[in-house]
């Protein structure tokens, strides 16, 4: 019988340039020759199990109606229902949001959730739009992909512009279309709705804890080490202030609209005030900018990318002057780039373990939501540091044993368990 060819680059996707969807098949071949008996189960890896695009009609506030794109791919659900964020970005593809739900995926194999991977997104720029608009457009797109989402099916929660408020009107309408109240259909929501304390830090104390825990291991001294950021939005500000509280001198920010350097340190508490006012660093008081392709070669210990995917390719890697990498953003580095700073010995904490903290309350936002019942931000706190540095000294005694990077580590210890639990399910 002739062989079925396996086709990876799905038809719905440009083969030439497939976009970070690319990127991650290429992470999944690296990984391949560690997957010993269930190699022959790979593949599985390379095709998200659901991908729905939906049309999210929405009535303007002038009167005149306008159509946004919407998306929610569900990579993997042997692990257990989809988990992952809604990305409301003007540059969302399907690309982004498959290649964003199999990190998902992955990311909550290595820090051992219950969960699957899914992501979702609206191809939409939100300065563009009032709040009326947006809740519109949000209960719209909710209601265009209820059919596939569930409390025990797939699980959004928010992302890079999406925020406590969203998550409320996607649980108001869910329940509503259910006729009965469904607080575990999305996370991240408002306290007063069923959120979890220390929801909306999570993400950036995930990757304080686990980027001390690499420093320790790279002898750097968190009092008086130089931190360098890209991106000072929840994760990075929330990072910021917790490496400050340390002893950390935050020396470089970038964002949107400025790059910032102080070689004795940023003031942290200055900075998060006016980005919330002003919505970015750029004209900060009491600040010096510099030129945003001199960011990448300030020498510093850690440096935190935790904006956009694909900011770190072989066109700067070779710049980058620090000791370690921790990833707040998904996917911010190209696997090109990966090899010249792994040659450069720089290690990379990378983000399907630096960023996990977010999903992993949004795991305990779920339970909590399940049993009725609250915990307090000191018990979350408590049990999402035994996660992530669980998860790290694994994936660090993982490198050791095979000789590789901590991002092929991740991968194996994250593909080895959902292809066992495939191979469990049966095809
Ligand atoms: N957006 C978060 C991430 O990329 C997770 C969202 C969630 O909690 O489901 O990890």
Request: glycine residues 12%.
């Amino acid at each position: 019988m002739p062989q079925q060819q396996d086709q990876t680059i799905p038809s719905y996707l440009d083969s030439e340039n497939p976009g970070p969807w690319g990127i991650f098949l290429e992470q999944v071949d690296r990984v391949a020759p560690y997957m010993g008996e269930l190699s022959k189960l790979t593949n599985t890896l390379k095709h998200p199990e659901r991908c729905l695009i939906v049309d999210v009609p929405v009535r303007l506030d002038d009167g005149s109606i306008a159509h946004f794109e919407g998306y929610r791919v569900q990579h993997s659900l042997s692990r257990g229902p989809g988990k992952g964020g809604v990305r409301y970005h003007q540059d969302v593809t399907l690309s982004e949001v498959m290649a964003l739900s199999a990190w998902m995926s992955v990311k909550t194999a290595v820090v051992g959730l219950p969960f699957g991977g899914g992501k979702g997104g609206i191809r939409i720029d939100p300065r563009n739009h009032s709040p009326a608009e947006m809740e519109r457009i949000t209960r719209r797109y909710i209601q265009e992909i209820s059919p596939i989402i569930g409390v025990n099916q797939d699980i959004p929660g928010p992302d890079m512009n999406t925020n406590g408020q969203t998550m409320a009107w996607m649980m108001d309408s869910y329940s509503t279309l259910k006729g009965s109240q469904q607080p575990g259909i999305v996370t991240g929501k408002p306290i007063a709705l069923g959120g979890s304390l220390g929801r909306v830090e999570a993400t950036g104390r995930g990757v304080f804890i686990v980027g001390a825990a690499a420093a320790k291991d790279n002898g750097i001294d968190l009092n008086g080490a130089r931190i360098s950021l890209q991106g000072f939005g929840n994760v990075g500000g929330t990072a910021a202030r917790l490496f400050r509280d340390a002893g950390a001198k935050i020396v470089a920010v970038q964002d949107h609209t400025g790059t910032l350097y102080d070689a004795e340190g940023l003031d942290v508490d200055a900075l998060l005030l006016h980005v919330q006012k002003t919505g970015g660093v750029g004209g900060a008081a009491n600040t010096t900018c510099i030129a945003a392709e001199d960011f990448w070669s300030i020498e510093t210990d850690i440096l935190i990318p935790a904006a956009l995917e694909g900011q770190i390719t072989k066109h700067n890697a070779d710049a980058i002057r620090a000791r370690i990498i921790v990833e707040g953003a998904n996917g911010p580095t190209h696997p090109d780039a990966d090899d010249i700073l792994t040659q450069k010995g720089i290690v990379i904490v990378p983000d399907v373990l630096a960023n996990a903290g977010g999903v992993t309350v949004s795991y305990f936002e779920w339970v909590q939501n399940a049993s009725s019942f609250y915990w307090t931000v000191e018990e979350i706190n408590q049990r999402l540091e035994k996660i992530m540095l669980d998860a790290y000294h694994a994936i660090s005694a993982t490198a050791g044993e095979h000789q590789v990077s901590l991002r092929t580590a991740a991968f194996i210890t994250a593909c080895t368990r959902l292809l066992e639990a495939r191979e469990l399910r049966g095809i």
